[in-house]
């Protein structure tokens, strides 16, 4: 897609909107509706990714070192993986600017 | 050649269906529309028509199945009647919205409650806003015409909007009129294949009906308006081609000695013949009076309307519904906005008729005119007159 979706005008719509790419919902940007955080304590961590079955985004994948994090990008905080994880590594912290 | 035959209405709605070949009918019955799709299933089931005719649980239903069935490039009809419409109006927006090429025929009746099962305007009334492509008829030459023209303007590319075919329940839908039936050959010639340019396919897949954020739903919705109102000229063109591949013709709005009459009477779908009546024998009693019939109701042909009156003193509109608690008649209500900011317009009034199947007669039609042109002279406290009502 050549522009960004603010940029679209009535113009730019294809045909009752279909969309003709696939995963174009990538763009789109969910982050924004969080109120809290999740933070780590991957001391705790047993990489058993119950955070990552349990999240109704499937936004958590693991890093370089094999840990599980949310992708705040699309992260709504909702706090699932903070309460299903059972070592307790995951805390849900207010966001704040 | 084709031969003027006699056959009730639905049935030869039905047989202009079928000679528009569609792949798909997804309908479920009800008063007074059954004769329709009970027609359709019986050409299907006979092996007549190669289509597939869905029987569905409900109108919700239908016209869900005629969603799919559009969204994969079928050619699709349905058809339904007030409650059934009632049921359907959350996916009459979706089908708007995602462009999608069904046909409807609308038997108007009566909404419940009272419970009535005969014609008036309210079930047109309540989907006004829906997007959908609206002729309105008034006989059933009209009715199977338009039903064939529907399909044409519908699946245009440059239009791909759904299209309803609004006839009269029992006034239209069950009387036996004499019915020329286009032949085959001149169907196929006038009917270009459905070709939706981005059907559901898995060879190429996209994405349909998906959400819209604030950032990008009015943009979404400007574009579904533009495209409506753009849709009329193609209209205008297929009515045009029509008129000449089968001799008959059709105007957005229509003329009956309205040229140069100071007073106009204007009517929409099958009470419009009935007035016709009552023009003829007022003009030969000297009176200066003409008729329009709206023949297209959405997109609504406001320079053809403003044209048509421009050298009327008056004009008294029909409406066969009520704006509850509002400026009473939906037709007469969008006329005179049409004509408000004009500089020269007729005085309109509003005249609410023939509520669930009460009939107006031709000589009703002569009391209303001679009633309007004095509540034009000397004016009304009422926003709306409703003709008949026992007091």
């Known amino acids: 897609m050549a522009k960004s979706e603010n940029e679209l005008t009535w113009k730019d719509l294809e045909i009752g909107c279909i969309v003709t790419e696939p995963g174009s919902a990538r763009q789109y940007e969910s982050g924004t509706w969080r109120s809290q955080r999740p ?6 961590c047993i990489k ?27 992260c709504k905080g909702c706090g699932i993986c903070a309460r299903e994880c059972w070592p307790r590594v995951i805390k849900m912290v207010e966001e704040v600017e | 050649m084709t031969t003027r035959i006699g056959v009730e209405v639905s049935i030869a709605l039905a047989d202009a269906v079928k000679l528009a070949n569609p792949d798909v009918i997804a309908a479920y019955p009800i008063t007074p529309q059954t004769h329709i799709v009970e027609h359709l299933a019986e050409l299907v089931a006979n092996g007549e028509l190669d289509a597939e005719y869905v029987p569905v649980e409900s109108e919700h239903s239908a016209m869900s199945a005629c969603l799919g069935s559009a969204a994969a490039g079928a050619r699709t009809f349905t ?12 996916v009459l927006y979706v089908a708007s919205g995602m ?9 108007n009746r009566a909404l419940s409650s009272p419970l009535s099962i005969w014609p008036d305007h309210s079930d047109m009334m309540s989907i006004r806003d829906t997007g959908w492509i609206q002729i309105v008829v008034e006989n059933g030459q009209q009715a199977v015409d338009n039903t064939i023209i529907a399909f044409r303007i519908g699946e245009d590319p440059r239009v791909l909007l759904p299209v309803i075919v609004h006839l009269d329940g029992f006034n239209l839908t069950h009387v036996i009129e004499p019915i020329l039936l286009p ?9 270009p294949k459905n070709r939706f340019p981005l059907p559901l ?38 009515w045009e081609e029509f008129h000449k591949a089968f001799g008959r013709k059709y105007l957005p709005v229509e003329k009956y000695h309205s040229d140069g009459a100071k007073v106009l009477i204007m009517t929409m779908g099958s009470s419009g013949e009935t007035a016709s009546v009552a023009i003829d024998e007022m003009r030969k009693e000297g009176m200066d009076v ?18 048509a009156v421009k050298d009327a003193d008056i004009l008294i509109v029909m409406d066969r519904a009520i704006s509850f608690g509002g400026p009473g008649g939906p037709v007469a209500s969008e006329v005179k906005a049409a004509l408000y900011n004009q500089a020269k317009r007729p005085k309109v009034v509003s005249y609410v008729i023939s509520l669930g199947g009460r009939d107006t007669t031709v000589s009703g039609f002569k009391d209303i005119v001679r009633k309007g042109m004095d509540i034009a002279a000397r004016g009304s406290k009422n926003e709306y007159e409703i003709y008949g009502v026992k007091e």
């Open chain 1, 39 to 44: 933070t780590y304590d991957f001391k705790k």
């Open chain 1, 48 to 74: 058993c990714g119950l955070c990552a079955l349990y999240c109704p985004d499937g936004c958590i994948n693991q890093n370089p070192d094999g840990y599980f994090e949310a992708d705040l990008f699309y």
């Open chain 2, 79 to 90: 058809a339904t009647s007030s409650q059934g419409l009632a049921l359907m109006i959350e």
């Open chain 2, 99 to 107: 462009r999608l090429p069904i046909v409807m025929a609308l038997a």
């Open chain 2, 183 to 191: 032949e085959q050959a001149d169907v196929d010639k006038f009917l």
């Open chain 2, 201 to 238: 396919n898995p060879d190429r897949p996209v994405a349909m009906g998906g959400f819209a954020p604030p950032f990008i739903y009015t943009e979404t919705k400007f574009a579904q308006e533009v495209n409506l109102k753009n849709s009329k000229k193609v209209i205008l063109q297929a």
């Open chain 2, 290 to 307: 003409g008729q329009i019939r709206l023949r297209l109701w959405r997109p609504f042909p406001f320079e053809e309307l403003r044209e």
